[in-house]
């Protein structure tokens, strides 16, 4: 990757902000939802991966896209195998329906690997071959809360603040390409209603990326300097979620340029406003492909991620200032075990906390 | 807001109908003989000539049109405004009319051959009667089909976008003449695409003819005397793009007296002064007009937005010298310069320079030559001033114009135009550097294309009988591009990617690399079926060899030009038109019909996602493809009466077609699909009530179908984000565009003085026009995009402009 290329996925960037000029320009301005009938085109696999240095970070992702408009439905009961120049491979294993995981291997640099993928209908599928690149170093995450304007899908601003998070790394000598993307963790005990036998019903986990439509990417033939600081690699507005202990995984992931170009294009079209300024959108291609049809659009990219990460906690007196969120602690007196719980007067999430998406009752080794 | 619409119809309708003080002009001809020759001769034939001149500003008067006896005998003047009739000896009522001038009337007592020069005064004959200030049957009679010729008065009378005058705005009202949208500085003639219409200002080409990223026009409006658009048949003396020209012309100051005018606005202002350095030899001309526009951005309560600025100016100068009443030198300056800065996150700037000589003479009646050399500038910054790595990506495009025309007119039913005309383009390199004294950015220079473009043309104007006239031209052009440059080739067969290079040549400054030329034919002939009816078809062909790189539905600021190279051929196009015209009601009704197809070879398309900046082969990210585009316009202006304006009505279609062995260089599987700015409906209504000289209301209504759209067809996550899977490209359509916009000019404001005031509404039905349509994220990140409209401008937007001249 030149510095044109790093330098064009700027310009479009740019470009494409125009339009949130524009739009305020005439001070007149509004968005307002429209129904546009499209034709959605089901049935297609999407891959998606990696092959980590990190353990229990090589997921593999299967799915087929639907013909209503919605997600993926995951793809269950396939058969997902890494293989490396060796010749040996390595069997990622169904963890929940459509996400397979590689345990007991974990990527080596300069190592070549690629995916082969066995749906029940007998369709092979395998992925473009990708060398392990060397690691750069994530010498620190720092982070700042700030207070931001937001402005709506209908065009409201409002003031919100915001857990940011920034990477300050170093190269080595060979120049080459980053991607940051930072997890969450975090804790939500269910409201404790009084019971005559005392009992207390168990906390969830909630893992999740924080900041999911940022594709923090970096060009390290860009710079004539060995490091770089103060990378914003995730916003995480504040919200209820930190009325409990709160982790970040920041994980720096040293790719390929052929994984860099892929990000960069997700990126764009991430970015894309529908504006007259837009570069025109396509679909992206990625690198997994048929093994007996070539011309099959394979939507997702499996990559080779040299990882490293820093994990850090955030507790509700970290904050300067107090939530002011629905809180899920009990109200009332907790001697009148008989009177009859009042779930109404709680969030949904406070009476099952398992209707939050990514929750789960299983708590992270390291939380 | 609908108070207070209710309240400003009402008023209008209370001043259009009940308004007693509607003058009207009487065409009597009860005023004295002009005498012409010796009224002692008794010639049988006698030779009538002269020169028709601008009252004000002394200059020559070319195109005026001459009618004796109400079209009994009737012409035009030359270039140099000269005219000549053969005629027979008696009495003649004459008629002479020019864009922008009052008509001069004159009774004449014809004895022998004999003299007269006319001078014409700027303004309009009383719009009640006569808005057009043309012959009314122009037409008919015009050769060329597919002309438009328009003074800047015509255009000051219709609304304008916060009060600026704008001329491409105002020619997108015309059939056959679309824009993508709202703030989009190019405009789409007959299929064809914005880098392909030639922008000559003062016969010098144009390559941004915009301010404010084209919500505001580039040219001051009082320095315009006016210009003309050639969509149909273009006259073989231009050249260099493949679908129209736009000639715009400024003024030259006033010979005779020094005079003052200006206009404050809400965006802008701006200030002219001409007068005689020398009475009657020496003329100055200066012109300047300033943004005034960042309080509006401040009254914006987004912080980024009450941050941003934007800020334009432009400057002109024309000094004209007449060293004799035959021979006169213009040299024209002109200079714009915008800067655009949102919050911090991101900016562009862009200037133009130009400046052109011309020398116009005429030794005798028939031999007419001109003279032009010409000097342009376009520059381009983009800047990313953020925190990380703050950078800027500077362009230019250096260019050089010299054009020679003669021009020879044996009788008034011949005329005859040829020459030569060159053009080098002589591009800076490219160049990334650091913003704010940002070191560490790793900068980078990438040289540009050279090449120099060369024409011979001639144009032949022939009218056979008083049914048939025709018009023949050739132009014969020739590029070649030049060095210094490094010229990659890559393996044959296989997609042009960075990695299928096998060898680069180099060449050094000046060597020749490549070659394109060819003739450019063009034919257009009238055949007139009666007084009031004519048909009229035509055919060019056209070779452009400079394009317009730009890989957005509209053009930017800093898209950057690209001349042809040996990947790069010219863009080639077959012009075919035909049409049938007719006057209805002794012209009080112009009509029209005409059909039109287009062929473009050599289109440029862009790979996906393609990376145009800082590309030392930019051909591995370009497409080469196929065009075509046709339709059918109607055409209804109402020339006399209380109201006068146009009914437009355009439908076409406009088609790509990219095909290559390699599947990674074929688009939609080589089908034909929608160009970006395909709209096949396109109605315009316009509208204009002059209420005495006390007033004038004037309005636009203006429907288009919804352009193409890229549509997200589904959805994927990978890595937690929501990735759209988009259609093939153009396959939807954003919602139909409507739009009336209304316009109040009351004149005289301040007794005394010649001012006005212009109250303009644009969008007056505050209709939320959608400007695109995008695709935005939920809140949650487990849904998948949807799609929303966004209208730049959702609501009226009023404005006022206050105009004077002393």
Redesign the interface.
Request: glycine share 6%.
């Given at each position: 990757m030149s510095s044109d290329k790093i330098h064009n996925k700027k310009s479009v960037r740019l470009v494409s902000k125009l339009i949130e000029f524009l739009a305020f320009l005439s001070l007149v301005s509004c968005l307002t939802p429209i129904d546009l009938e499209v034709n959605a085109k089901g049935g297609r696999l999407v891959v998606s991966g990696q092959i980590s240095t990190l353990p229990d970070q090589s997921i593999v992702e299967l799915g087929l896209t639907t013909d209503t408009n919605t997600l993926p439905v995951p793809l269950k009961g396939a058969s997902v195998k890494v293989i490396d120049d060796q010749g040996s491979f390595y069997r990622y294993f169904e963890i929940k329906p459509g996400t397979y995981s590689l345990s007991g291997y974990k990527g080596i640099a300069g190592h070549t690997y690629y995916i082969e993928v066995g749906l029940p209908s007998g369709q092979i599928y395998k992925s473009i071959p990708e060398k392990m690149p060397v690691p750069s170093v994530l010498d620190s995450v720092t982070y700042e809360i700030a207070s931001e304007e937001v402005v709506d899908a209908e065009g409201i601003a409002a003031k919100k603040n915001f857990y940011k998070l920034y990477a300050n790394s170093s190269f080595e000598s060979t120049k080459g390409f980053l991607k940051w993307t930072v997890d969450e963790a975090f804790l939500l005990s269910p409201t404790d209603f009084p019971d005559i036998f005392g009992s207390i019903p168990p906390p969830c986990f909630i893992v999740q990326n924080s900041d999911p439509q940022r594709i923090a990417l970096f060009d390290e033939s860009t710079t004539s300097s060995k490091s770089i600081q103060r990378i914003l690699i995730a916003s995480r507005e504040i919200d209820w979620t930190f009325y409990e202990k709160h982790y970040f995984t920041s994980i720096q992931s040293s790719i390929t340029k052929e994984s860099f170009e892929y990000w960069r294009k997700v990126n764009i079209l991430a970015n894309q406003v529908g504006s007259i300024f837009d570069s025109p959108p396509a679909a992206i291609v990625g690198n997994i492909v048929n093994s007996k049809s070539s011309e099959e659009l394979v939507l997702g990219y499996f990559q080779a991620a040299n990882q490293t990460y820093k994990r850090k906690f955030f507790l509700p007196n970290d904050l300067p200032f107090p939530l002011l969120f629905d809180k899920c602690d009990f109200v009332g007196d907790r001697s009148n075990v008989t009177a009859i719980p009042n779930t109404a007067a709680y969030p949904p999430r406070c009476i099952d906390c398992t209707i939050v998406r990514n929750s789960s009752y299983i708590r992270p080794v390291w939380f | 807001m609908a108070n207070v619409r209710r309240i400003f119809i009402g008023f209008l309708f209370f001043v259009m109908f009940f308004n007693s003080k509607v003058s009207r002009s009487q065409e009597s001809w009860d005023f004295p003989f002009t005498v012409i020759g010796d009224s002692t001769r008794r010639d049988q034939k006698a030779v009538l000539t002269g020169v028709i001149i601008n009252s004000s500003s002394k200059e020559t008067l070319a195109g005026a049109h001459l009618s004796f006896d109400f079209y009994k005998y009737y012409g035009r003047t030359d270039q140099y405004g000269k005219f000549a009739f053969e005629l027979p000896q008696g009495n003649y009522k004459l008629t002479i009319k020019y864009i922008g001038m009052k008509p001069v009337y004159k009774r004449l007592k014809v004895f022998s051959t004999g003299l007269l020069n006319i001078e014409m005064e700027e303004g309009f004959e009383l719009p009640e009667v006569v808005v057009s200030d043309r012959a009314l049957d122009t037409n008919i009679k015009e050769s060329l089909g597919g002309l438009a010729k328009f003074s800047i008065q015509e255009i000051k009378k219709l609304p304008a976008f916060m009060g600026e005058v704008d001329i491409l705005k105002s020619i997108q009202t015309l059939p056959g003449v679309t824009s993508?949208?709202e703030?989009?500085s190019g405009f789409n003639v007959r299929g064809g695409r914005a880098d392909q219409n030639l922008i000559l200002f003062n016969g010098t080409p144009i390559f941004n003819s915009s301010h404010a990223?084209g919500?505001v026009p580039g040219f001051n409006q009082d320095a315009i005397k006016n210009f003309s658009l050639y969509k149909g048949n273009v006259p073989a003396n231009y050249g260099g793009r493949a679908s129209s020209v736009l000639e715009i012309n400024t003024k030259s100051g006033d010979f005779e007296k020094w005079q003052f005018q200006g206009g404050v606005g809400l965006i802008s202002s701006r200030f002219l002064a001409e007068g005689p350095l020398i009475k009657n030899k020496t003329s100055l001309l200066t012109a300047f007009r300033t943004s005034n526009s960042d309080w509006?951005?401040r009254?914006?309560?987004?912080?980024?937005?009450k941050n941003?600025s934007f800020n334009f100016y432009d400057a002109n100068i024309t000094l004209a010298h007449k060293f004799t009443t035959a021979s006169i030198l213009r040299l024209n300056l002109y200079s714009s310069n915008d800067f655009?800065r949102?919050s911090q996150?991101?900016g562009f700037e862009w200037q133009n320079y130009l400046a052109n000589v011309e020398w116009k003479s005429h030794t005798d009646r028939k031999l007419s030559p001109t003279l032009n050399i010409a000097f342009g500038e376009y520059r381009s910054n983009?800047i990313?001033p953020?925190?990380?790595?703050p950078?800027q990506?500077k362009n230019a495009l250096i260019y050089y114009n010299i054009k020679e025309t003669l021009d020879y007119v044996p009788n008034e039913k011949h005329s005859i135009k040829g020459g030569v005309e060159a053009t080098a383009y002589l591009p800076s390199a490219e160049e990334?550097s650091g913003y704010n004294g940002n070191k560490?950015?790793?900068g980078?220079k990438?040289e540009k294309n050279h090449g120099i473009e060369s024409a011979l043309f001639l144009n032949d104007e022939y009218q056979f009988s008083e049914t048939i006239s025709m018009t023949g031209g050739l132009r014969y052009s020739v590029y070649n591009q030049i060095g210094s440059a490094n010229v990659f080739t890559y393996q044959p067969n296989v997609p042009k990617v960075e990695g299928s290079i096998i060898d680069t040549l180099k060449y050094g400054t000046g060597a020749l690399i490549k070659t394109y030329q060819g003739l450019e034919p063009r034919v257009s002939a009238r055949f007139t079926l009666s007084e009031s009816q004519s048909i009229k078809i035509s055919y060019n062909k056209m070779r452009q060899y400079i394009h317009q790189i730009s890989?957005?539905?509209?053009p930017?600021p800093?898209d950057i030009w690209q001349v042809s190279t040996a990947y790069l051929p010219p863009q080639i196009a077959n012009n075919y038109s035909i049409g049938y015209f007719r006057n209805l009601k002794d012209n009080m009704f112009e009509t029209s019909a005409e059909l039109f197809y287009k062929s473009m070879d050599n289109l440029i398309e862009?790979k996906?996602?393609?990376?145009?900046?800082?590309?030392q082969h930019i051909e591995t990210e370009l497409l080469s493809g196929k065009g075509r585009a046709y339709g059918g316009e109607v055409y209804i202006r109402k020339l006399k009466g209380k109201w006068t304006g146009w009914i437009s009505y355009t439908y076409s279609q406009t088609q790509v077609n990219v095909s290559s062995i390699n599947?990674s260089e074929t688009i939609n599987g080589g089908k034909w699909y929608p160009s970006?700015y395909n709209k096949p409906h396109n109605i315009s209504i316009v509208g204009n009530r002059r209420m005495g000289k006390a007033a004038a209301f004037s309005f636009i209504f203006n429907y288009t179908s919804g352009r193409p759209?890229?549509?997200?067809?589904?959805?994927?996550?990978?890595?937690?984000?929501?990735?759209?899977?988009?259609?093939d490209?153009?396959q939807?359509n954003i919602?139909d565009y409507i739009r009336l916009d209304l316009s109040l000019t009351i004149n005289s404001v301040f007794k005394k003085l010649d001012d006005s005031l212009v109250i303009s509404f644009y969008n007056f039905l505050g209709r939320?026009n959608?400007?695109?349509?995008?695709?935005?994220?939920p809140q949650?990140?487990?849904?998948?995009p949807?799609?929303?409209?966004?209208?730049?401008?959702?609501?009226?937007?009023p404005s006022i402009t206050y105009n004077f001249k002393f």
């Amino acid at each position: 990757m030149s510095s044109d290329k790093i330098h064009n996925k700027k310009s479009v960037r740019l470009v494409s902000k125009l339009i949130e000029f524009l739009a305020f320009l005439s001070l007149v301005s509004c968005l307002t939802p429209i129904d546009l009938e499209v034709n959605a085109k089901g049935g297609r696999l999407v891959v998606s991966g990696q092959i980590s240095t990190l353990p229990d970070q090589s997921i593999v992702e299967l799915g087929l896209t639907t013909d209503t408009n919605t997600l993926p439905v995951p793809l269950k009961g396939a058969s997902v195998k890494v293989i490396d120049d060796q010749g040996s491979f390595y069997r990622y294993f169904e963890i929940k329906p459509g996400t397979y995981s590689l345990s007991g291997y974990k990527g080596i640099a300069g190592h070549t690997y690629y995916i082969e993928v066995g749906l029940p209908s007998g369709q092979i599928y395998k992925s473009i071959p990708e060398k392990m690149p060397v690691p750069s170093v994530l010498d620190s995450v720092t982070y700042e809360i700030a207070s931001e304007e937001v402005v709506d899908a209908e065009g409201i601003a409002a003031k919100k603040n915001f857990y940011k998070l920034y990477a300050n790394s170093s190269f080595e000598s060979t120049k080459g390409f980053l991607k940051w993307t930072v997890d969450e963790a975090f804790l939500l005990s269910p409201t404790d209603f009084p019971d005559i036998f005392g009992s207390i019903p168990p906390p969830c986990f909630i893992v999740q990326n924080s900041d999911p439509q940022r594709i923090a990417l970096f060009d390290e033939s860009t710079t004539s300097s060995k490091s770089i600081q103060r990378i914003l690699i995730a916003s995480r507005e504040i919200d209820w979620t930190f009325y409990e202990k709160h982790y970040f995984t920041s994980i720096q992931s040293s790719i390929t340029k052929e994984s860099f170009e892929y990000w960069r294009k997700v990126n764009i079209l991430a970015n894309q406003v529908g504006s007259i300024f837009d570069s025109p959108p396509a679909a992206i291609v990625g690198n997994i492909v048929n093994s007996k049809s070539s011309e099959e659009l394979v939507l997702g990219y499996f990559q080779a991620a040299n990882q490293t990460y820093k994990r850090k906690f955030f507790l509700p007196n970290d904050l300067p200032f107090p939530l002011l969120f629905d809180k899920c602690d009990f109200v009332g007196d907790r001697s009148n075990v008989t009177a009859i719980p009042n779930t109404a007067a709680y969030p949904p999430r406070c009476i099952d906390c398992t209707i939050v998406r990514n929750s789960s009752y299983i708590r992270p080794v390291w939380f | 807001m609908a108070n207070v619409r209710r309240i400003f119809i009402g008023f209008l309708f209370f001043v259009m109908f009940f308004n007693s003080k509607v003058s009207r002009s009487q065409e009597s001809w009860d005023f004295p003989f002009t005498v012409i020759g010796d009224s002692t001769r008794r010639d049988q034939k006698a030779v009538l000539t002269g020169v028709i001149i601008n009252s004000s500003s002394k200059e020559t008067l070319a195109g005026a049109h001459l009618s004796f006896d109400f079209y009994k005998y009737y012409g035009r003047t030359d270039q140099y405004g000269k005219f000549a009739f053969e005629l027979p000896q008696g009495n003649y009522k004459l008629t002479i009319k020019y864009i922008g001038m009052k008509p001069v009337y004159k009774r004449l007592k014809v004895f022998s051959t004999g003299l007269l020069n006319i001078e014409m005064e700027e303004g309009f004959e009383l719009p009640e009667v006569v808005v057009s200030d043309r012959a009314l049957d122009t037409n008919i009679k015009e050769s060329l089909g597919g002309l438009a010729k328009f003074s800047i008065q015509e255009i000051k009378k219709l609304p304008a976008f916060m009060g600026e005058v704008d001329i491409l705005k105002s020619i997108q009202t015309l059939p056959g003449v679309t824009s993508v949208g709202e703030g989009s500085s190019g405009f789409n003639v007959r299929g064809g695409r914005a880098d392909q219409n030639l922008i000559l200002f003062n016969g010098t080409p144009i390559f941004n003819s915009s301010h404010a990223l084209g919500f505001v026009p580039g040219f001051n409006q009082d320095a315009i005397k006016n210009f003309s658009l050639y969509k149909g048949n273009v006259p073989a003396n231009y050249g260099g793009r493949a679908s129209s020209v736009l000639e715009i012309n400024t003024k030259s100051g006033d010979f005779e007296k020094w005079q003052f005018q200006g206009g404050v606005g809400l965006i802008s202002s701006r200030f002219l002064a001409e007068g005689p350095l020398i009475k009657n030899k020496t003329s100055l001309l200066t012109a300047f007009r300033t943004s005034n526009s960042d309080w509006v951005l401040r009254q914006v309560e987004n912080p980024d937005v009450k941050n941003s600025s934007f800020n334009f100016y432009d400057a002109n100068i024309t000094l004209a010298h007449k060293f004799t009443t035959a021979s006169i030198l213009r040299l024209n300056l002109y200079s714009s310069n915008d800067f655009f800065r949102f919050s911090q996150r991101f900016g562009f700037e862009w200037q133009n320079y130009l400046a052109n000589v011309e020398w116009k003479s005429h030794t005798d009646r028939k031999l007419s030559p001109t003279l032009n050399i010409a000097f342009g500038e376009y520059r381009s910054n983009l800047i990313d001033p953020t925190i990380t790595n703050p950078s800027q990506l500077k362009n230019a495009l250096i260019y050089y114009n010299i054009k020679e025309t003669l021009d020879y007119v044996p009788n008034e039913k011949h005329s005859i135009k040829g020459g030569v005309e060159a053009t080098a383009y002589l591009p800076s390199a490219e160049e990334l550097s650091g913003y704010n004294g940002n070191k560490s950015i790793v900068g980078k220079k990438v040289e540009k294309n050279h090449g120099i473009e060369s024409a011979l043309f001639l144009n032949d104007e022939y009218q056979f009988s008083e049914t048939i006239s025709m018009t023949g031209g050739l132009r014969y052009s020739v590029y070649n591009q030049i060095g210094s440059a490094n010229v990659f080739t890559y393996q044959p067969n296989v997609p042009k990617v960075e990695g299928s290079i096998i060898d680069t040549l180099k060449y050094g400054t000046g060597a020749l690399i490549k070659t394109y030329q060819g003739l450019e034919p063009r034919v257009s002939a009238r055949f007139t079926l009666s007084e009031s009816q004519s048909i009229k078809i035509s055919y060019n062909k056209m070779r452009q060899y400079i394009h317009q790189i730009s890989n957005t539905t509209a053009p930017t600021p800093v898209d950057i030009w690209q001349v042809s190279t040996a990947y790069l051929p010219p863009q080639i196009a077959n012009n075919y038109s035909i049409g049938y015209f007719r006057n209805l009601k002794d012209n009080m009704f112009e009509t029209s019909a005409e059909l039109f197809y287009k062929s473009m070879d050599n289109l440029i398309e862009y790979k996906d996602f393609p990376s145009l900046y800082l590309n030392q082969h930019i051909e591995t990210e370009l497409l080469s493809g196929k065009g075509r585009a046709y339709g059918g316009e109607v055409y209804i202006r109402k020339l006399k009466g209380k109201w006068t304006g146009w009914i437009s009505y355009t439908y076409s279609q406009t088609q790509v077609n990219v095909s290559s062995i390699n599947p990674s260089e074929t688009i939609n599987g080589g089908k034909w699909y929608p160009s970006n700015y395909n709209k096949p409906h396109n109605i315009s209504i316009v509208g204009n009530r002059r209420m005495g000289k006390a007033a004038a209301f004037s309005f636009i209504f203006n429907y288009t179908s919804g352009r193409p759209l890229t549509a997200v067809e589904t959805s994927y996550i990978t890595s937690g984000t929501v990735v759209p899977v988009y259609s093939d490209r153009n396959q939807y359509n954003i919602p139909d565009y409507i739009r009336l916009d209304l316009s109040l000019t009351i004149n005289s404001v301040f007794k005394k003085l010649d001012d006005s005031l212009v109250i303009s509404f644009y969008n007056f039905l505050g209709r939320s026009n959608a400007y695109s349509v995008f695709y935005q994220r939920p809140q949650s990140n487990y849904f998948i995009p949807k799609p929303y409209q966004l209208s730049v401008l959702g609501s009226t937007l009023p404005s006022i402009t206050y105009n004077f001249k002393f």
